[in-house]
């Protein structure tokens, strides 16, 4: 059977959040969203072996504080593990109008075998590089913009950025 993906998303503005704009946005985006207050982005991918859910928090953490935050919501900092992971991301990314950078959860930090994602220490399967990257000795991969699109770069931890968690619906576990 084909590869369904279902792209649902929900914006969650701030206090008062009143919805002022409804609508689709291409052929498989659909939001309801406070265009004042765009904070966190929702969205849901649904694929034959799993569901896992993307949050984009445009709120400027560290990369070791965005790793506590997802934690703190029993989520992870993203991992992007295949097409299908990338092409939602990227969905939302340009939906959430996010403009340059944001981290995700590979880093190669304390690693002495590479890169590997905080949220199980798995090596980079899928890969999505900028030309020339990953290096020197930045430990943290972010999505960059660049006129060919959204590619990996490594950099420096500690400057505050938007970023990524993942979840896991509890669904997964009851079906
Ligand atoms: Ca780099």
């Not at 506590?68 to 299908?84: D, P, Q, T």
Request: proline share 2%; glycine share 8%.
């Amino acid at each position: 059977m084909k590869e369904i993906v279902l792209f649902q998303l929900i914006l969650l503005g701030i206090a008062g959040a009143s919805v002022i704009n409804r609508g689709v946005v291409g052929t498989d985006i659909t939001a309801s969203f406070n265009v004042s207050s765009i904070d966190v982005l929702k969205g849901v991918l649904s694929m034959q072996e799993h569901k896992k859910t993307f949050d984009i928090i445009k709120t400027l953490y560290t990369w070791n504080d965005a790793v506590v935050y997802c934690k703190e919501r029993h989520g992870n900092l993203a991992s992007i593990r295949s097409e299908e992971e990338h092409d939602q991301i990227v969905k939302m990314m340009n939906y959430t109008g996010l403009s340059s950078i944001m981290y995700i959860g590979g880093t190669s930090a304390r690693s002495g075998r590479g890169y590997y994602w905080i949220s199980d220490g798995e090596s980079l399967t899928y890969q999505n590089w900028s030309p020339g990257q990953p290096s020197g000795n930045q430990e943290c991969i972010v999505y960059e913009k660049l006129t060919s699109g959204w590619k990996w770069n490594n950099l420096f931890c500690n400057t505050v950025r938007p970023f990524a968690c993942e979840y896991y619906p509890v669904s997964n576990f009851l079906e």
